[in-house]
């Protein structure tokens, strides 16, 4: 009996093969769909966070600008509150008010000396009732302040603002606040204030200091901002008016760049746009934006155009593609020449897909082969290693200075609500990089920058064991936790030697180490316990550390 011949496309091996090939490439196919789903998610995810990463990093460049400016009035305001002499005192010694007056100007030229961006400093007394006080200008620009007569304010009545607003608005608010940026026109500036009422016992206001800041120092900071390739920064209040923006003038209102952007100014009442992103269209061009608020009250905005934004989602797509089609033709291809063989793995890797397209990375790849389904299985490591690195550079960029290399003032700030608790014991040291604006007007901001690095590799070095930040421009801090602290004086002596070492091998100013630091250890069981110990430790490192500035600067 002749034994039929089975055709190829009637073999079990065929079938086999077929049922492989169709499996494989629903498989993948589900794979690639789900994974575009995914990573198409991801990508709108990590364009928002980028954008409002971007805000927060340079919000609190800003910040840390307007906290110097606030932390100088701190120091005036605990000055002048326990030394203006009483009327008792004034009665006694007529020239106890004018000593008075001396010593705030020198503390005032002090700070101003180490505070950028000063143009004007005051301290009026009891201004309702007398002209008494100081009054310093900075009208060159050079650092040099001359005095200037004070407003009497009994001359004016309280509707004429452009005279007296620095005095009533401050009365009417009790605190401290910043007025928005003007046009000051005893010095043809534009300028913000930041002023502070000072009140005796009952909480009646008898005195007021302020200082104005040239608005320039801040449009210089908002003009290096880059977001994508051409997005930018503006400022902006609650109300949607803006105070700076590259194209548009000074008082112009987003509305009237598109009245879609009703909801956009609705929006801006919030503390800021973490999580989402505003899109609107201006000269035919789509845009997407974030905010952050200042501590000033003011909005800082980010935009980019849409098409920036999606750039890097289509040409991850396109490959994805790619790779994925190449994948499919490779898996074909072993199959047909090798089904037997390949089976059992390209089963396994067919369930290692489906969970990297579930998002699960963490996954376990089947045995490596010397074929192509081991180079498959290569391949889809590879991927799962470079979605890693792109996942973790995503981290790096949130919790680390790009620059230094140390942590940023989000990972400073989680640190510090960690140990913010009665009953921890810690340390603060904080630094200040001296001299950073010389450099970079003398030498350029690149050799600012290395200036900046050489100081955060010798606190990385010397302080490699402690959590170390940079959490501002030129401001680092050193945490030490719980028994660290007992090593916090010998590493400052360290570093002092070390950097003595380093500068007196440098050649250039920006390869020096100029650098102001103040150290603050809260033991609740020797000092007992505060509510708020971060706080306290940090001003008063902060305040050790402008000490040693002063120093600095004097010598």
């Given amino acids: 009996m002749e034994v039929q011949k089975v055709g190829f496309f009637q073999s079990v091996k065929f079938k086999i093969m077929a049922l492989s090939v169709v499996a494989i490439i629903i498989c993948t196919v589900f794979f690639l769909i789900v994974g575009m789903a995914k990573m198409t998610e991801q990508d709108e995810e990590s364009a928002t966070q980028i954008m409002n990463l971007t805000c927060q990093n340079e919000t609190a460049q800003l910040n840390t600008l307007f906290g110097k400016i606030e932390s100088s009035m701190d120091i005036m305001l605990d ?35 180490i505070t950028d961006g000063i143009v004007a400093y005051y301290y009026t007394y009891k201004p309702g009732e007398m002209v008494e006080g100081v009054f310093k200008i900075d009208m060159q620009g050079n650092g040099e302040f001359e005095e200037f007569a004070l407003t009497d304010i009994t001359q004016y009545t309280e509707e004429e603002k452009s005279h007296v607003s620095w005095y009533y608005d401050v009365l009417k608010a009790g605190e401290p606040i910043w007025f928005e940026p ?17 009140k005796d016992e009952d909480g009646n206001m008898y005195a007021v200091i302020g200082m104005d800041i040239d608005f320039t120092v801040l449009e210089e900071l908002i003009d290096e901002v880059s977001v994508y390739d051409s997005g930018y920064a503006f400022l902006t209040n609650r109300e949607g008016k803006i105070f700076y923006h590259k ?61 920036e934004i999606e750039a890097s989602k289509l040409v991850v797509q396109k490959s994805y593609l790619q790779i994925s089609i190449v994948v499919i033709l490779i898996i074909i291809l072993i199959t047909i020449f090798m089904s037997d063989r390949v089976t059992k793995p390209l089963v396994s890797l067919t369930g290692v897909a489906r969970e990297i397209g579930n998002g699960k990375l963490n996954v376990e790849f089947p045995k490596k082969t010397g074929d192509e389904i081991g180079v498959l299985n290569i391949t889809m490591q590879g991927m799962v290693v470079n979605i890693k690195k792109i996942m973790d550079k995503l981290h790096d960029n949130a919790y680390k200075d790009g620059m230094t290399g140390l ?48 100081a955060s590799n010798l606190i990385a070095e010397v302080f490699e064991k402690y959590a170390c930040f940079r959490f501002g421009g030129d401001e680092f ?52 316990k505060v509510a708020d110990p971060v706080d306290v430790t940090i001003k008063l490192a902060d305040a050790r550390m402008y000490k040693d500035k002063a120093e600095k600067k004097r010598v």
């Fill in 182 to 198: 003007y046009m000051n026109e005893n010095y043809n500036k534009y300028i913000i204030s930041y002023e502070v009422p000072i």
């Fill in 477 to 528: 801090a050193v945490v030490l936790l719980e028994e660290q602290i007992y090593d916090g004086k010998a590493l400052l002596r360290k570093f002092d030697d070390k950097a003595e070492i380093i500068n007196s091998e440098a050649k250039n100013l920006w390869e020096r180490i100029e650098i102001a630091k103040g150290m603050a250890i809260y033991d609740p069981d020797e000092d007992g």
């Fill in 247 to 307: 194209d548009l003038e000074e008082g112009t209102y987003i509305t009237d760049v598109d009245k879609n952007l009703d909801d956009f100014v609705k929006k801006l009442n919030v503390n800021d746009s973490w999580g989402m992103l505003y899109g609107y269209k201006y000269k035919g061009v789509e845009k997407k934006m974030a905010f952050c608020s200042l501590d000033n009250g003011m909005k800082f905005v980010i935009v980019a155009p849409l098409s």
């Fill in 79 to 113: 000055y002048v509150s326990k030394n203006v002499p009483s009327e008792e005192e004034q009665a006694a010694n007529p020239a106890a008010l004018q000593e008075f007056m001396e010593d705030v100007e020198y503390h005032y030229d002090s700070i101003a000396g």
């Fill in 407 to 454: 942590g940023n003032k989000r990972a400073y700030e989680e640190v510090c609500k960690s140990i913010n608790n009665p009953d921890y014991k810690f340390g603060m040291i904080m630094f200040d990089v001296n001299f950073l604006k010389k450099v970079n007007d003398e030498c350029g901001h690149d050799k600012g920058d290395m200036y900046l690095k050489t």
